[in-house]
């Protein structure tokens, strides 16, 4: 199955490059669908101009970001020399705490098909 999700030009190019192995979601109605050996479609956002097609290899649930943070190596996020602090932090300005309550948290890793 094929599904459709926008992120954002740093963590766009980031997967692009290879350089980042672990994308961060709501674990929310939407994200519950996927599965492992699905495809997802990633659509730069906001100008929608360039997509990336990859391969859901491993689906990894948490209550919180912080606690995600902590089991997977910051090298998987291409977050390396980050605090679990500001990336929980920037987490926020996507997601918020209110969310993360309601629906708990999903760590998808992907491999890069395109």
């Not at 050996?37 to 970001?65: A, H, M, Q, S, W």
């Amino acid at each position: 199955m094929e599904h459709h999700m926008g992120l954002y030009e740093t963590p766009f190019h980031s997967m692009k490059s290879e350089k980042k192995k672990v994308e961060v979601r709501l674990n929310d109605e939407k994200r519950r669908k996927v599965k492992v050996g699905d495809t997802i479609r990633l659509t730069k956002v906001p100008d929608r101009n360039e997509t990336l097609t990859v391969e859901v290899i491993e689906l990894k649930e948490y209550p919180t970001f912080k606690e995600m943070y902590e089991t997977i190596p910051a090298d998987d996020f291409d977050a390396v020399g980050d605090s679990i602090e500001e990336m929980v932090e920037r987490t926020y300005r996507i997601y918020t705490p209110e969310q993360e309550k309601e629906w708990g948290t999903l760590a998808i890793t992907i491999r890069l098909l395109d």
